[in-house]
């Protein structure tokens, strides 16, 4: 199974900050990279596809980057709202799997 | 309205069975790649099966030969058949949709998840 990994494992930031996450695989997964956002006791959102394609509805302060191994979500000026969980995943081949998260906490 | 609605979890005994449903709406269950997702109490994600809209199924090594994915056409609805549950099965389940509906895709739509808790 393909494995991915997050960095940081969390983040503490401030409203109005710019932050980054880091996902990296195990082997190339071209561009087959999706992000997620999970908030407590919630299922978990789509917010990006095709590691750089922004689903239908998400604020365009959200952005992703990357292809074959080494991949980020960028979020510009943080909202209140912004808080929570996210999760990459690569749906290269299956099993899909999913990185451990990065838990973006207020500062 | 697009949404999935699981149902069906709760408590049972190790080596016992349980039988998970996602009923959908404004879209057609056997025209799309449906998936379980799991996540253990704190933990993240993990990806438990798949149905393709040809019938075909894929498994995690940690289910393969206990669950069963399958969907019922006119209910338009998935199912997920867990046996000889384990304490490690112990999550809340999620069903959802490859955004394509007909290639392995991101997830666009999930459910609201359904507990499912594995004790003695």
């Known amino acids: 199974a393909i494995r991915m990994t997050q960095s940081p494992s969390s983040l503490s930031a401030s409203t109005g900050d710019r932050v980054t996450i880091t996902c990296r695989a195990s082997?190339?997964?071209?561009?087959?990279l999706a992000w997620y956002q999970q908030k407590p006791g919630k299922a978990p959102k789509l917010l990006i596809y095709?590691?750089?394609t922004l689903q239908s509805g998400v604020p365009s302060r959200f952005s992703g980057s990357g292809s074959g191994t080494d991949f980020t979500l960028t979020i510009s000026c943080l909202q209140s709202e912004d808080f929570a969980t996210y999760y990459c995943q690569q749906y290269y081949s299956y099993p899909v799997t999913f990185g451990q998260g990065t838990r973006l906490e207020i500062k | 309205e697009v949404q999935l609605v699981e149902s069906g979890g709760g408590l049972v005994q190790p080596g016992g069975s349980l039988r998970l449903s996602c009923a959908a709406s404004?879209?057609?269950?056997?025209?799309?790649?449906m998936s379980w997702v799991r996540q253990a109490p704190g933990k993240g994600l993990e990806w438990v099966s798949v149905i393709y809209s040809g019938g075909s199924t894929y498994y995690a090594d940690s289910v393969k030969g206990r669950f069963t994915i399958s969907r019922h056409n006119s209910k338009n609805t998935l199912y997920l058949q867990m046996n000889s549950l384990r304490a490690e099965d112990t999550a809340v389940y999620y069903c959802?949709?490859?955004?394509?509906?007909?290639?392995?895709?991101?997830?666009?739509?999930w459910g609201q998840g359904t507990m499912v808790t594995v004790s003695s």
């Open positions: 959802a949709r490859a955004r394509s509906g007909y290639s392995i895709d991101a997830f666009d739509i």
């Open positions: 095709a590691a750089s």
């Open positions: 082997q190339g997964i071209s561009s087959y």
């Open positions: 404004g879209f057609t269950v056997s025209s799309n790649y």
